[in-house]
Structure formats: structure tokens, C-alpha cells
């Protein structure tokens, strides 16, 4: 479903301080932003935050990059995350927000940004032939995610499509990622810390089971 337009957003977003408005003038530079060495953490497609609101407020000592495409999508992601902080009296000084195409990801990162783990959640399946290679875990997108990737990096991806699951594993294979963890069913695996996004619960709530698997840069 098309969300509609709110006027409020781009103006909102604009007056954050930590929504970057134009993130390609930082490539290579994203540790200077944060203003320290730790972990740089990215979310390619963060939708309305709730999972990148969670994780930024409950490890202080991480930096996030947060994603998206559209104002309407962001505007609302900003609200959350500032609730999330605000709910556990945390400084907001880890997360930055921003609009970006996935497509052009390298525009913004580069090789000396050393990303330490990417996660996609519930991305878009492309399921049509001719659209398979809009996919995020397309080949040819983790080849431009090793660029920024760090040595042994990782790449958490959660989705409940069965077909892109499955065609993602060769994906990843063909692009020398190692899957060092997988479950066909997240909520009932041994897997620990999840942290459930907006598409999510809705498809837990109708019976369907998450897909994850966690991939390692290989060489």
C-alpha cells in the first residue's frame, strides 16, 4: 500500500539533528561523523525504525546508518527513534538517518568506512524474472556491499518469502559470503537477541514463518 503524502515530513527531517541530508558529501567519512571508533552498523531500508529505534537505544557503543528512500517512510522513523531514546533516558548520538537509493549505495560508503554488519529486513522479493536484479541480495548488490564491508563483516537478512530465501543462498555463494548461521524459522530457532520489525509481527501474526541467515564477507 502507497503511503500518503505528509507535508510535515521533509521540514521535520530537515530540522533533525541527526538526519543527513545529503549523505554522498560524507563517503569516507562516517567514522569523523560519529566521532569515534566504534562499530558502524548500516540497515539498508529501515522503514518506519522500530528495529533500528531499538538497537541504536540498547547499545550505546555502536553506530547506526539507517536508510531509506521516501520522506513520508523517514519522517516517521525519526519519530520513533526519538521515542525509543526518550522512553530509556538515552542520549541520541549514535544513528544517523538519511535518504538514500540502495541501487547507488556506494555513492555514500566507501571501502574506508569499514561497515562491521549490514542488515535487510523484509526487502522487496522482486519475485518477476525481469526484476530479480533490484533484488538487495542480488549478487551484484553484495558485490558493492563488500566494498564498504569490512574483513569479516556480516550480512543479517530476514524475509518472509520462501522463493527469495532460497535464491538469495546462491546469491550469496556466488558472491563468496560464507553463511556461518540459517534457520527456516526464526521465532522457534536458538537464535538470540531478535529484535521484530513492522513486517514482522504482521507476518508472524498470519502464520508465516521469518527466514534469517547471517552471511560473512568472504574474499
Request: a neutral charge; proline letters at 3%; aromatic letters at 12%.
Amino acid at each position: 500500500m502507497r503511503m500518503r503524502k505528509k507535508p510535515w515530513a521533509r521540514p521535520e527531517l530537515e530540522s533533525c539533528n541527526f538526519f543527513v541530508i545529503k549523505p554522498k558529501g560524507y563517503k569516507g567519512k562516517w567514522r569523523e561523523i560519529f566521532g569515534n571508533d566504534n562499530p558502524i552498523y548500516l540497515e539498508l531500508g529501515c522503514g518506519k525504525g522500530t528495529f533500528i529505534a531499538v538497537h541504536g537505544s540498547e547499545n550505546p557503543n555502536i553506530n547506526y546508518i539507517a536508510i531509506d528512500i521516501k520522506d513520508e517512510v523517514l519522517g516517521l522513523a525519526k519519530r520513533n527513534i526519538e521515542k525509543a531514546y526518550e522512553e530509556k533516558n538515552t542520549v541520541l548520538d549514535n544513528i544517523k538517518l538519511m535518504a538514500q537509493e540502495i541501487g547507488l549505495i556506494n555513492e555514500m560508503l566507501s571501502e574506508e568506512d569499514l561497515i562491521s554488519r549490514i542488515y535487510i529486513n523484509f526487502c522487496n522479493p522482486w519475485p518477476k524474472e525481469k526484476h530479480k536484479k533490484r533484488r538487495l541480495t542480488h549478487t551484484r548488490q553484495l558485490e558493492q556491499y563488500k566494498t564498504f564491508l569490512k574483513e569479516n563483516g556480516e550480512i543479517y537478512f530476514k524475509t518472509d518469502d520462501d522463493e527469495l530465501f532460497e535464491e538469495s543462498l546462491k546469491y550469496f555463494k556466488e558472491a563468496t559470503f560464507e553463511i556461518t548461521y540459517i534457520t527456516y524459522d526464526l521465532h522457534k530457532s536458538d537464535f538470540e537477541g531478535n529484535v521484530e520489525t513492522e513486517h514482522e509481527k504482521m507476518f508472524t501474526e498470519q502464520g508465516i514463518k521469518t527466514k534469517f541467515l547471517i552471511a560473512v564477507k568472504g574474499n
